[in-house]
């Protein structure tokens, strides 16, 4: 089964920027839809974006888009989640996940990564 490993997080100024990275053990990643959530203290955790096996599609949640970008790498077996104009808002624990679906992918995740903080001070 695939293992997911989350890097990049930290802390930074409102209106600043962070890639988040998300390495998966697994030969077999390029098979798999990629998402990322987060969960804020005293929050659930909540959908941020997703992107297809391949890479060339991607859809994210009203209150990241335009701001936020995922990629992957297939041959380094990574994706990315690129975050600009960061907000106080942001401020969560950022979670990567590996699902078969990629449209389903909240209803069907097979591996969560461990999570990386972000903090976004205003």
């Known amino acids: 089964q695939v293992q997911l490993v989350e890097s990049g997080g930290g802390l930074v100024q409102a209106g600043g920027s962070l890639r988040l990275s998300c390495a998966a053990s697994?030969?077999?990643?390029?098979?798999?839809?990629m998402g990322w959530f987060r969960q804020a203290p005293g929050k659930e955790r909540e959908f941020v974006g997703a992107?297809?096996?391949?890479?060339?599609?991607?859809y994210y949640a009203n209150s990241v888009k335009g701001r936020f970008t995922i990629t992957r790498d297939n041959a380094k077996n990574t994706v990315y989640l690129q975050m600009n104009s960061l907000k106080p808002e942001d401020t969560a624990v950022y979670y990567c996940?590996?699902?078969?679906?990629?449209?389903?992918?909240?209803?069907?995740?097979?591996?969560w990564g461990q999570g990386t903080q972000v903090i976004v001070s205003s």
């Open positions: 992107i297809s096996w391949n890479g060339d599609s991607t």
């Open positions: 996940a590996a699902s078969n679906r990629y449209r389903g992918l909240r209803d069907d995740i097979i591996t």
């Open positions: 697994a030969r077999t990643f390029s098979s798999y839809a």
